[in-house]
């Protein structure tokens, strides 16, 4: 009855991710598709030993919470292959039941072990459990030693990140490159314009027409009518956004530089949101346009 109380709720959430215009981009570049069965089975390695004890005895003591359980893990296996492109994402339900299932066996062996082997049973689960977690510290520390900047934000960055955060009160469209946009959203209340592959519209597009602004060969009005495309208020120019080579934002009356941190410059989009620059005759001041 529960996992039929499930399917509208689950059917309702998906379907509105479907007809929702931001929804259904997402879903389209979200894939997450999950490896071979045998892959997600050997996945949970030694686990699976105490999880089929501990299903196995609390079927005999009390099958209805059995039968919960092993529905459960039965399932999210199923749905794991359903035809979604987010099925991997659905694991994470599996992993609650599988442990639960282990906890309960790894009592049960307690309690069936003779008292003298209690110990090194207890030992070895938690000598087993050392392999899976030293090679999550071994990968995550390779990136972190190499100062891999896809994880890392250098000074100037961070302190610009910092200003924004601090002295722009209104929530804004921040432009940089993808790779440092990434960490706006994380470090302000700011948009960015191209971010995370899965929750950017048009991702691959959008990231493209950004490296095209930044590689500094663009005509003056082109620049002017992605800024204004996409809503641009502040600009970051660093390190990433110069890989490409020297960009020059000035002279331009629709851009100013308002400072700089180390090396990264911080400019301001000052003219309105669809203003054409040849419709009128600029003041001296660029703030000033009407």
């Known amino acids: 009855m529960g996992v039929v109380a499930g399917v509208p709720i689950a059917g309702y959430l998906t379907l509105g991710m479907m007809r929702d215009p931001l929804g259904a981009q997402w879903l389209a ?18 686990l699976w030993i105490p999880a089929v004890w501990g299903l196995v005895s609390l079927r005999r003591k009390n099958a209805y919470r ?11 296996l199923v749905g794991l292959y359903s035809p979604v492109s987010f099925q991997r994402r659905l694991s994470l339900g599996l992993h609650t039941a599988i442990a639960a299932s282990a906890v309960l ?23 087993a459990t050392i392999p899976t ?21 250098t000074l100037g960055e961070a302190e610009a990140l910092a200003w924004l955060d601090t002295q ?3 929530v804004s469209v921040v432009l940089s490159s993808t790779e440092l946009a990434v ?6 209340d700011h948009r960015a314009v191209s971010g995370n592959a ?8 959008t990231e493209a027409e950004v490296d095209k602004f930044f590689r500094g060969s663009i005509r003056a009005d082109e620049r002017r009518r992605m800024l204004q495309e996409w809503g641009v208020d502040y600009i970051l120019v660093g390190a990433r956004e110069r890989a490409a080579g020297p960009i020059a934002l000035e ?14 410059e911080l400019y301001a989009v000052v003219c309105p949101l669809g203003f054409d620059p040849h419709d009128v005759e600029l003041k001296t001041d660029p703030l000033a346009v009407e």
Request: proline share 6%; hydrophobic share 50%.
């Open 66 to 76: 059995a039968i919960l359980l092993v529905a459960w893990v039965l399932i999210t």
């Open 198 to 205: 899965f929750s950017t519209p048009n991702a691959k597009e």
């Open 105 to 127: 066996g790894m009592i049960r062996m307690e309690q069936v072990v003779p008292q003298t082997f209690r110990e090194r049973l207890r030992r070895g689960l938690l000598l």
């Open 133 to 153: 977690n030293l090679a999550l510290i071994l990968l995550y520390s390779a990136g972190v030693l190499t100062r891999n900047p896809k994880l890392y934000i």
């Open 168 to 170: 722009v009160e209104e």
């Open 251 to 264: 002279p331009d009356a629709c851009i100013e530089r308002i400072g700089a941190f180390r090396e990264v």
């Open 183 to 188: 960490f706006i959203p994380a470090f302000t």
């Open 29 to 46: 570049q979200n894939k997450n598709f999950t490896p071979h069965i045998g892959y997600v089975i050997s996945a949970y390695g030694l």
